[in-house]
């Protein structure tokens, strides 16, 4: 497949006097769909220096363009700026181009000019001279493309001028060509003017589907479209190239690629745009700066896998792979995967800086991101208050998140994150592990993090680990907390334990939300001794909140079990093993609740010390005398409930060991109860506890008898026996 031109070639050139001087016309593409690119060549001039500053706003339609690149040229009295923009897959039928300007120079003539080609793979750019001639390195089955201001007309090899204004003159803004010719190895395009005036700039405009190859022993004056003459640095293969759908630039294995490289355009869902490595090994992004390492502005369909992203490690300032969106512009899928990013401020980020902008469909799976100083992933958007999300549809899977120190000298935000997911609507978090976070942190105002899910919509955090996540000050490093999400959202079969704060926090649930934590969990947190309990409900006080079937066992003489604060309603906690093994108080709350507001029912306590059920600062020392102080509680469908009990799990003193979520295995089964436990089959069925879908198993994997389920995060089949 070759490129081929597409539509006669447009513009206009508009002259005057002023500082919003811009310019318009009409361009028809007649060949619409995948694979097409409208390429816009801009020219502005004028007297002030300060041009090279100024705003160019490029749309086609009611599209903006992607700025491709801008050259400055030009003297005093004499300056101007030349600029490429393009738009992959433009609308059919008459389109308005039209090129506005903003700032402080004086422009006193715009010029612009407009061509489309079909099945483009990519644009490659050429120009590597402030100079009026160019040469493109090319081949048969591309394009190789040219345009030129002040001077005279180009000349190269079977060109055909595709527009051309003004007059053949070499005064500052008084010529614009653009012009093509069929691709060779070498096509020279020379200019007929002056060469203190004369400016040309080239692109190689590849077709889809090409390969192309970077090689630590390449060159990069090669053409780099096969192994056997690749490039040899990241600046030819990212600075100079806009890459399509269906492209693939890959880095050879086991080599160390050293700066940073930003990507402007990718490609789509069905034929993205992919960055990987070839041959043996993954190839090294290595980057010795504070800068950003892999860097995508306003830019989908793009895949990025089998790449091991390495920053400088705690003076990096920014990210070892970043999207960031802005203006308005809304992407369509990327793939992080197969990955190792380690030693840069943030390993991956998302970011948009407005609520209109943002990317959807995006998939990070099996990656390793670690030994980031700040947060290994983030992802951020905004809401702006009224359900309009920037991201949606998120899948984080089968990746580990470790070893982000913190920095203690950092005293204004918080530091030292495994994950930070915010403003995501329909997010999965699945097969993931969190540990070793935070240990430098040194915000006093708010702790670390092990999994943080907040401001998100219809999130499920599902067979995931947290363990080991500490803080460098007074705060409650917690290992999964849901915060201020709407929708459906869940965490269930996953495993916290010896985490500084709480094992598994849920806060602020928004209206009509229902948040729930089930089948999992949670041993010997609070490693602080912060008075932070194994599972927490804080500040719930709209929607509805559930925790059932989690297994709970305190391991610290200052840590409750369970902790309910703040205005809160409509909390429930059904089917838990509440074990206070050394721990403090089974319960705790800081305001008299209702059973109306907060209701506990079908629940297992056992404490190894002294029972207490601490409810705003009145002891119980039993179930029995809490039903009598606080009515409704452990009380439903008018018979008493809960049980006072050892539930008899295989060892309460030990911690788990699990360190790979994909693999239950036998490093939990110290959280299993045994045959014979008084936990086996008394909870409440589902039905009576009005839970519609309970879920198909626990976390071992058991099938849920919904009739007549165990108490805790382990129910074993009756007909099964599945201890």
Known sequence: MSVAWDSTGTGNRTTGSSTTLGTSWSHTISSTGTNTCVIVGVDLSGSDTAIIYDTVTVTYGSTVMSNYYSLQYGSSGNRGTIAIYYLWDPPGGAQTVS??????????????????????????????????????TSDTSSMAWAMTVNGAALSAPNMTSRYAAGSLVTGLGDYIQIQDAAGAASVAFTNGGTATTARSVGLSISPTGRNYYVAASGSDSNVGTDTGHPWQTLWPAAGQSVWGPGST????????????????????????????????GKAILSNTSV????????????????????????????????????????GDYARITNCEIKNSKVGINLGCVNYNSGLSNVTIDNCLVHDNWSTNLEIYGDTNGSGYYSFSNYVVSNSQFYNSSGKSTITNATTGNGALLWDIDTLTVQNCSFFNNGPDNGYSSDSSYGLLVATCKNATISDCLAYNNTDNTTEYPPGFYIFECEGNNVIEY?????????????GLNRTGATTT??????????????????????????????FYNNTLVARDSTTDVIGVGQTSSGVKFYNNIIYADIGRSLISTNTTYTSAQVLFAGNLYYSSGTFNINWNGTSYGSVAAWRAGVSGEEYINSANTGITANPQLNDASTSPTTTNPTSIGTTA????IQGGSPAFQKGIDYTTLGIGSPGSRDYWGNAINTGGPSIGGHVPNPFFNAF
């Open 249 to 280: 630039l890959s880095y050879n294995g086991g080599d160390t690629f050293t700066g940073s490289a930003g990507y402007y355009t990718g490609g789509t869902s069905s034929s993205p745009a992919t960055i990987n490595s070839y041959g043996t």
């Open 669 to 672: 089964d110290v959280m299993k």
């Open 517 to 546: 934590a089930r089948y999992n969990l949670c041993w010997g947190n609070n490693t602080y001794s912060t008075y932070q309990p194994e599972m927490v409900s804080w500040q719930n006080n709209a929607g509805t909140t559930l």
């Open 99 to 136: 090129v506005t300007t903003s700032g402080t120079s004086t422009k006193t003539a715009v010029a612009g000019c407009s061509v489309a080609y079909t099945d483009v793979g990519s644009l490659n750019w050429m120009n590597t001279a402030n100079a009026k001639n160019v040469t493109i």
């Open 291 to 330: 800068n950003i390492t892999m860097y995508f502005e306003n830019c989908g369909g793009v895949a990025v896998d089998n790449l091991i992203i390495d920053g400088p490690g705690i003076t990096n300032t920014s990210a070892g792979i970043g999207f960031w969106f802005y203006n308005g512009w809304v």
């Open 494 to 506: 996953c495993v916290s334990y010896n985490n500084g704060g709480s094992g598994i926090g849920i």
